[in-house]
């Protein structure tokens, strides 16, 4: 697979550093394949362990949210974006890690109108407006998301996976970047 198959933007297909190449490997192993977003940053090894090292801290890393609540503010984000490469490749994540395919498609077309429990609706809201209006972010906004039951790491961590999938959101659509097609079929 070249770079061109990955985004709009031509930044070489050079063989990827034998570190890069090991996590690819692991990738494959534990995913599967390659998401196309590791393949794009590839370019560069000091970029893709910036955008890995972070990645892995917020959805993977210790956390008051689970990795479905950390992948709910991934979409819910994205949809404000109209993210295509997030919407797919988080919203198969949230398909996989819910078991609800359909729950995985309301996600992406309207958060708002799926079963959600009042702490996850919550935690939704803050990530959207924080998307849409981060101006108007006040001390009400963070103390309904602890009287929903979230600490104020909790707080944080919603606020950095909401700044992460804003920040990549903005590169994928600068770049053209396509989601793999493998996540369209996942867990359906």
Not at 73 to 97: M, P
Not at 131 to 153: C, K, M, N, W
Not at 156 to 172: E, H, K, L, P, Q
Request: with cysteine; net charge negative.
């Amino acid at each position: 697979m070249t770079n061109k198959d990955v985004m709009a933007l031509d930044l070489g297909d050079g063989a990827p550093s034998e570190q890069t190449q090991g996590y690819f490997a692991k990738c494959e192993e534990k995913l599967g394949l390659v998401p196309n977003v590791l393949r794009a940053y590839a370019f560069d090894d000091k970029k893709l362990r910036a955008f890995t090292d972070m990645y892995n801290d917020l959805m993977l890393g210790d956390s008051g949210l689970s990795k479905l609540e950390r992948e709910m503010i991934a979409v819910a984000v994205s949809a404000v974006n109209r993210c295509f490469y997030c919407l797919t490749a988080h919203g198969a994540a949230v398909r996989q890690l819910s078991g609800d395919p359909v729950l995985g498609e309301l996600m992406v077309m309207n958060y708002r109108v799926a079963d959600l429990s009042e702490r996850q609706r919550a935690m939704l809201d803050f990530a959207v407006k924080l998307t849409e209006r981060p101006h108007e972010i006040l001390e009400a906004d963070r103390e309904a998301l602890r009287r929903a039951g979230f600490s104020d790491r909790d707080i944080w961590d919603i606020a950095s996976v909401t700044g992460f999938y804003n920040m990549s959101n903005r590169v994928a659509a600068a770049t053209d970047m396509r989601p793999n097609h493998e996540y369209h079929s996942m867990a359906r």
